[in-house]
């Protein structure tokens, strides 16, 4: 799974955005995945566990399918997986801002305003999902 992982992030800093997008759709079905079953997880928030799963939901419905690839199985809910998840949706995050500024609009399938949304969509799905751990 760590390497699956790995690879999204090497993904998420391709050159090539349509790598890059199909990197941070996938970041966004991971933690999907991984919300969904952590609000069935005795020790972790529910209630943030849905948020999380939510925006993510939104984040990934913004961006185009991916053409290759197959799809990643989550993590197991935990304490560290829902941090490593976390940390992939915030480079997620800065991927796709960037991307939203630095690229010409032609060359994109989507609009500097989806790309950017879509970015703060990610860095609210960290949040939530750092916020699964009850103290």
Same mark, same amino acid.
């Not at 759709?25 to 991971?30: I, Q, R, T």
């Not at 185009?64 to 829902?82: F, K, N």
């Not at 609009?105 to 969509?121: F, Q």
């Given at each position: 799974?760590?390497?699956?992982?790995? *690879?999204?992030? @090497? &993904?998420?800093?391709?050159?090539? !955005?349509?790598?890059?997008?199909? /990197?941070?759709?996938? /970041?966004?079905?991971? %933690?999907?995945?991984? /919300?969904? &079953?952590?609000?069935?997880?005795?020790?972790? *928030?529910?209630?943030?566990?849905?948020?999380? %799963?939510?925006?993510? &939901?939104?984040? @990934?419905?913004?961006? $185009?399918? !991916?053409?290759?690839?197959? $799809?990643?199985?989550?993590? +197991? $809910?935990? /304490? +560290?997986?829902?941090?490593?998840?976390?940390?992939?949706? *915030?480079?997620?995050?800065? +991927?796709?801002?960037? =991307?939203?500024?630095?690229? !010409?609009?032609?060359? =994109? $399938?989507?609009?500097?305003?989806?790309? @950017?949304?879509? %970015?703060?969509?990610?860095?609210?799905?960290?949040?939530? =999902?750092?916020?699964?751990?009850?103290?």
């Amino acid at each position: 799974m760590s390497a699956a992982l790995d *690879d999204l992030n @090497r &993904a998420l800093a391709s050159p090539r !955005p349509e790598e890059m997008l199909a /990197a941070a759709w996938e /970041a966004f079905d991971v %933690g999907l995945g991984l /919300a969904d &079953a952590a609000a069935w997880e005795d020790g972790l *928030d529910e209630l943030q566990a849905v948020v999380a %799963g939510q925006l993510c &939901a939104e984040g @990934r419905a913004l961006l $185009p399918l !991916p053409v290759h690839g197959r $799809p990643i199985t989550p993590p +197991a $809910p935990s /304490a +560290a997986s829902a941090q490593r998840c976390a940390t992939l949706l *915030d480079d997620t995050s800065a +991927a796709l801002t960037a =991307l939203a500024d630095g690229c !010409p609009t032609a060359e =994109l $399938p989507l609009s500097g305003d989806v790309l @950017r949304r879509a %970015g703060e969509l990610a860095d609210q799905s960290a949040r939530s =999902l750092r916020a699964l751990v009850s103290d």
